[in-house]
């Protein structure tokens, strides 16, 4: 059985249309997709077409949850609250009522059994969608915020653009990265797969190229309201 992992489309079809071109070329049998799928991006509604075009189970991000009912105070910086209040109405601008429905209705967690390998799989951390854990957190702290809440062989979580696997006493906890808006330098599409087979596991962090500059044109085409920013985040993966 193989599986993908993916998350944090933030919008950004052209990266999104080449992840699943990549994974089309290998044989995945399932796809989980852990939130984050219009929010930030040139094309909202594009996006949201093709993940509910999958034959996939996805759950809730905390963008999507900005989607749903606006950013509110206490969750960003307040000098950048209204911007991306703005970013957000705009964004509810290009979607129906029955996609913002969607984005409510969707679930916030997974909990999976496949060929006798538990996953608990999540946004941020099981109890929040907005919580914070990078990979420099020790493994006391990944056991206290990924961990705690149920037993399981693989946590899988996404949400700070950042993916990378660690071992911690027999448990393996992946962080997936993004699709649309990787943070680590490397401008690449972020996902994860995983392969079980006669209790094997197998897993990986896949990085896909894509046409940088046919978002960044996007992002103009559109009249983004936030696009020089979000341009320079394209570019450089979210490092300055």
């Excluded at 993908?4 to 489309?9: G, H, P």
């Amino acid at each position: 059985m193989r599986i993908a992992f993916l998350s944090d489309i933030h919008g950004n079809s052209v990266a999104l249309e080449a992840v699943l071109d990549d994974i089309s070329k290998l044989a995945i049998d399932q796809i989980y997709v852990l939130g984050d799928l219009c929010y930030r991006g040139p094309d909202p509604k594009r996006s949201l077409e093709l993940v509910q075009s999958l034959n996939a189970r996805v759950i809730k991000g905390n963008a999507d949850e900005w989607v749903v009912r606006g950013v509110m105070k206490g969750e960003v910086p307040d000098h950048v609250m209204d911007l991306m209040n703005v970013e957000r109405n705009w964004t509810v601008s290009q979607l129906h009522q029955q996609d913002i429905d969607y984005l409510a209705s969707l679930p916030s967690a997974l909990d999976l059994n496949i060929e006798g390998v538990s996953i608990s799989a999540f946004h941020a951390t099981p109890d929040s969608l907005f919580e914070i854990v990078l990979p420099s957190t020790d493994d006391e702290g990944l056991r206290a915020k990924l961990m705690s809440a149920a037993d399981a062989d693989l946590y899988i979580y996404a949400h700070i653009h950042k993916p990378f696997i660690r071992y911690i006493e027999g448990k393996i906890v992946i962080n997936i990265g993004s699709v649309g808006l990787p943070f680590d330098g490397l401008a690449k599409a972020s996902y994860a797969i995983v392969e079980l087979e006669q209790g094997r596991i197998r897993t990986s962090i896949e990085r896909v190229p894509y046409k940088l500059e046919d978002v960044i044109k996007r992002y103009e085409q559109v009249n983004y309201p936030n696009s020089e920013m979000m341009t320079k985040i394209i570019r450089n993966a979210g490092v300055k």
